[in-house]
């Protein structure tokens, strides 16, 4: 038996929404991102400007953003070979991205010299690889600027967001399960879901949201009644 996740009711996404709107641009992006993908933390604190790509309104999901004592934060590959994805992003979305490629440059050129053109950061197997600074979502003081920033700050920031709004405490992946709700019970099919979220298989989908899914069996029923019986019953009484 699966354990059971969290995810937030319509209303309380709503809530979080609202008060993004007077979140800094960083942070407000960077749930924006949570909320509308379904995207693993590492996932979205891994992104990367090449991986961006505005004609087709997508990103490419193939890096993912970790942290060990051993290796310090550490990029590896996607979780499994298929959450190496593209995901199609909303208007809205694309706009808030260059909005913020906009700020990511200004702050670029405000570092100057301090900025870290070039960065060195351990793969998976802790070997320190030098590469230019992409990462969207930057250290933007001290002696890293340009470095990608801890992905645990994240959960930290949420942390203090959701007590200063008198929010439900939120959890980083709660976002994940909300939006497989969100999908599910809007009648997108098990498949596509598991596709867009990066799954294995459809097997572990249907595994971890088993009980959201139990939630659809409600709309089969009226699907049943308004198809099947209902319009019949309506074409006889004609």
């Known amino acids: 038996m699966p354990n059971e996740v969290n995810y937030f009711e319509p209303e309380e996404l709503e809530r979080i ?8 641009l960083k942070w407000k992006i960077i749930t924006h991102l949570l909320i509308v993908t379904g995207c693993r ?6 992104l990367k400007w090449s991986a961006v790509d505005f004609d087709s309104n997508s990103i490419h999901i193939n890096n993912n953003l970790l942290y060990s004592k051993e290796f310090g934060i550490y990029e590896d590959s996607t979780k499994t070979a298929d959450s190496d994805r593209s995901v199609k ?13 906009t700020y990511w440059l200004d702050l670029r050129r405000e570092a100057g010299s301090e900025w870290n053109s070039f960065i060195e950061i351990a793969d998976g ?4 690889r030098r590469q230019r600074a992409d990462f969207l979502f930057v250290k933007d003081n001290g002696s890293d600027i340009g470095y990608p920033m801890h992905p645990d700050s994240i959960t930290d920031w949420l942390d203090k967001f959701s007590e200063k709004n008198n929010l439900p405490h939120i959890n980083p992946h709660a976002f994940r399960h909300t939006l497989a709700s969100v999908l599910c019970l809007n009648g997108i099919d098990i498949t596509t879901i598991s596709k867009w979220l990066g ?20 709309q089969v029923v009226d699907c049943v009644a308004d198809v099947i019986l209902r319009k019949k019953n309506a074409a006889a009484s004609g």
Not at 41 to 46: A, K, L, N, Q, V
Not at 89 to 101: I, V
Not at 199 to 218: A, Q, S
């Open 89 to 101: 992003l909303a208007d809205e979305t694309m706009e808030l991205l260059a909005e913020y490629r």
């Open 199 to 218: 799954h294995k298989n459809v097997t572990t989908t249907m595994n971890i949201y088993e009980h959201i899914l139990d939630k659809g069996k409600d």
């Open 17 to 24: 929404r609202d008060c993004l709107n007077h979140a800094p």
């Open 41 to 46: 933390r590492g996932e979205i604190m891994g």
């Open 125 to 128: 197997k802790g070997i320190k």
